[in-house]
């Protein structure tokens, strides 16, 4: 009984969800009248739609931080609590040598948000990828062993979360640091140091940056397996007294992928710990998957373009469009019941433009993954997502 009732109010919100993406194509049926259609299309404002619930953020792109795309920057100030730099604190971005740190785009967003009094989240101080070969190596060259390693490690985390103690409100300490079968992933950073590299990066986080909450943030964290694997490591820090203050599930998504019982699993178990839990990189693609092994987001993909594989080039047909809205729907039910439980969902991305998925795992493709389109309009199913699930 529970479930039809549940059943008929997703299909009610469904048919809102058509009737509103039908009304705004009836209205623009050329998109590059989009400016016009903005203006019809009365968006709501995120941050105060979930405000009683969580906190609603978006990765910002360089080009945005730098204030090079005044509207999105409007946009994220109008819509969003949290923000979180797409790329610019990466290691290969903030700390390329040895003796060279790059703070100029992470500054910037560190006012940005300050003056905004968005939640800024840094990302991320210890990752397998986007890490220059140097930091592996000693000043002569030469590979490094545990503890010269361990010392660049500390040297990186002091200099940067450091450097913004109080000022930037959260870190992504660890991303992706298990394999997916839970077990920790053959990185330089675990074949150096050993299976305690995180308990370090941790320790050292809390350290250089007090005031931070400390989390840990991994893509397919919905899977059993991958689940537990981050149940240990968080119980392994708690049991060390070692401050980890949540998790992080990165949910790039598609519109059959993954089963959302087990994400919605996943959120509860992680909560059980005692800790936080965000969605922290929600996107959701529609574009057909050429390796299905592969979904996730293991940036070393890499695949040749195929146009069967780039179906919209120029717009997005309706038809898919609704499933882009059940799916979202079907996201927030989860989200929106769990709500108790989570402390943010934040976007990977403001609008489709800057998505990563355009790009991965095949370069060149168009894909319709976030709430805003290209033309920075909001997309007509989002005005259904706070009622989700209720
Ligand atoms: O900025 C340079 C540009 O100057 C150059 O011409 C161009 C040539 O390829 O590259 C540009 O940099 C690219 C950058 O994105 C900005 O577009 C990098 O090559 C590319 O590797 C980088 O991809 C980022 C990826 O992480 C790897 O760092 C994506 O934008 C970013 O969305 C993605 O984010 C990750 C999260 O950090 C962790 N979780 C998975 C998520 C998606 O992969």
Redesign the pocket.
């Known amino acids: 009984m529970a479930n039809n009732t549940y059943s008929f109010k997703i299909y009610a919100i469904l048919v809102l969800c058509l009737m509103l993406i039908s009304c705004q194509s009836d209205k623009n049926p050329n998109p590059s009248k989009s400016a016009a259609s903005n203006q019809q299309a009365k968006p709501i404002v995120l941050k105060e739609a979930f405000k009683e619930r969580y906190r609603v953020g978006t990765?910002m792109?360089?080009v945005q931080i730098m204030g090079e795309e005044p509207d999105t920057l409007s946009l994220v100030t109008s819509q969003f609590n949290s923000v979180t730099p797409?790329?610019s604190m990466?290691w290969e971005r903030i700390h390329p040598e040895r003796n060279k740190y790059k703070f100029k785009a992470s500054d910037t967003l560190v006012e940005f948000s300050n003056q905004n009094k968005l939640f800024l989240v840094g990302?991320?101080l210890v990752?397998h990828?986007?890490t220059p070969d140097w930091v592996f190596q000693q000043a002569d060259g030469s590979p490094s062993d545990r503890k010269a390693l361990l010392e660049t490690m500390r040297l990186h985390i002091e200099a940067v979360a450091g450097r913004y103690d109080g000022k930037i409100q959260a870190w992504d300490v660890v991303?992706?640091a298990l394999n997916e079968d839970g077990s920790l992933r053959s990185s330089k950073w675990h074949e150096i140091i050993g299976d305690d590299y995180l308990e370090h990066a941790f320790a050292m986080a809390a350290k250089a940056s007090p005031h931070a909450k400390l989390y840990y943030?991994d893509?397919n964290l919905f899977k059993p397996e991958k689940r537990q694997g981050v149940i240990r490591l968080v119980k392994r820090l708690q049991s060390k007294g070692i401050p980890i203050h949540g998790v992080g599930l990165?949910a790039?998504y598609a519109l059959d992928y993954p089963d959302l019982n087990e994400f919605e699993d996943s959120i509860k178990a992680f909560a059980a710990l005692g800790i936080d839990v965000m969605i922290t990189?929600l996107d959701v693609s529609v574009l057909p998957f050429p390796d299905e092994e592969n979904q996730g987001?293991d940036?070393s993909l890499n695949l040749a373009l195929q146009s069967k594989f780039d179906p919209y080039p120029n717009q997005l047909p309706e038809s898919v469009e609704l499933q882009l809205a059940q799916r979202y729907m079907e996201i927030f039910s989860v989200l929106n019941r769990n709500a108790k439980l989570i402390d943010r969902v934040t976007f990977?991305?403001v609008h489709d433009k800057q998505?990563?998925r355009n790009?991965?795992p095949m370069q060149g493709r168009h894909d319709y993954p976030l709430l805003f389109d290209r033309s920075l309009k909001q997309k007509a199913f989002v005005k259904a997502l706070p009622q989700a699930g209720l």
């Open positions: 990765a792109s360089l797409e790329n990466k990302h991320t990752w990828s986007q991303n992706e943030n893509y990165q790039h990189e987001a940036v990977w991305g998505s990563w790009g991965w």
